[in-house]
Nanobody, 127 residues
């Protein structure tokens, strides 16, 4: 079973930065779509934040984070990252790493497309 482990969540002030990490020892990320989702306070569903399909060199971002967040993958350590800059209080939530191996990110922002999830890491942004 695929295991994903996130880290890097913290409490920061608005305008600050955080880098989230997602590690997996089960497979390499090249052949799978890797995504970051978040669950906002009081939210029932997780929303897609960013995704990468490394085999095609494709990245995807939600409009709300474009220009502020960057998704990347370190092949040497097989670690997925989410660099978050210019954080806003509205970015507060639990951030999840997810993976799917069938659709090549065709439905990157759809929670149901993913078949493996991490446990989540908490991000708090205060004003």
């Amino acid at each position: 079973q695929v295991q994903l482990v996130e880290s890097g969540g913290d409490s920061v002030h608005a305008g600050g930065s955080l880098r989230l990490s997602c590690e997996s020892s089960s497979y390499t990320y090249n052949a799978r779509c890797m995504g970051w989702f978040r669950q906002l306070p009081g939210g029932k569903e997780r929303e897609g934040v960013a995704a990468v399909y490394r085999a095609a060199g494709s990245t995807y971002y939600a409009d709300s984070v474009k220009g502020r967040f960057t998704i990347s993958h370190d092949r040497a350590t097989n670690t997925l990252y989410l660099q978050m800059n210019s954080l806003k209080p509205g970015d507060t939530g639990i951030y999840y790493c997810a993976s799917e191996g069938r659709l090549k990110c065709a439905l990157w922002s759809s929670e149901s497309a993913y078949d493996a999830w991490g446990q989540g890491t908490q991000v708090n942004v205060s004003s």
